[in-house]
């Protein structure tokens, strides 16, 4: 088959390419985001939240303080947005803390809207 001709590549002009060539570029989907809710109850210390919030979901003082103030006053609160895997992670890890010091704190997961 050597009569067979190949199509003819992008044409060159010196070094510089003048044919198209087209990228293919692979887009990737933003995970779904999980809301992390504290809520709130009658035996676990605000001390307690406020240290939670500050050390397992890195809020700084005044915005761990805010969040369970909200968390008191309201019921519920938000102590974070992530993707699955990593609010699955900071729940368990808030409730092993929380259970090691005896207090029936909860917290669920929910996506955001």
């Known amino acids: ?6 199509p003819p590549g992008p044409k ?3 070094e510089r390419q003048t044919g198209l060539i087209l990228d293919e570029r692979t887009r990737t989907k933003k ?3 999980y809301k992390v809710l504290l809520h709130n109850d009658d035996y676990t210390t605000r001390e307690f939240v406020v240290w939670v919030l500050q050390s397992v979901f ?3 003082e005044s915005d ?5 103030s909200h968390v008191h006053n309201n019921g519920v609160g938000v102590a974070g947005v ?3 895997e990593v609010a699955e ?24 809207d």
């Open 1 to 6: 088959m050597a009569d067979e001709k190949k």
């Open 12 to 14: 060159k002009d010196g």
């Open 31 to 33: 995970p779904p985001m």
């Open 58 to 60: 890195h809020k700084n």
């Open 64 to 68: 761990a303080i805010a969040i369970m």
């Open 82 to 84: 992530y993707t699955f």
């Open 89 to 112: 992670t900071k729940v368990t890890k808030t409730m092993h803390l929380a259970k090691a010091q005896q207090f029936p704190l909860q917290l669920s997961i929910e996506p955001t």
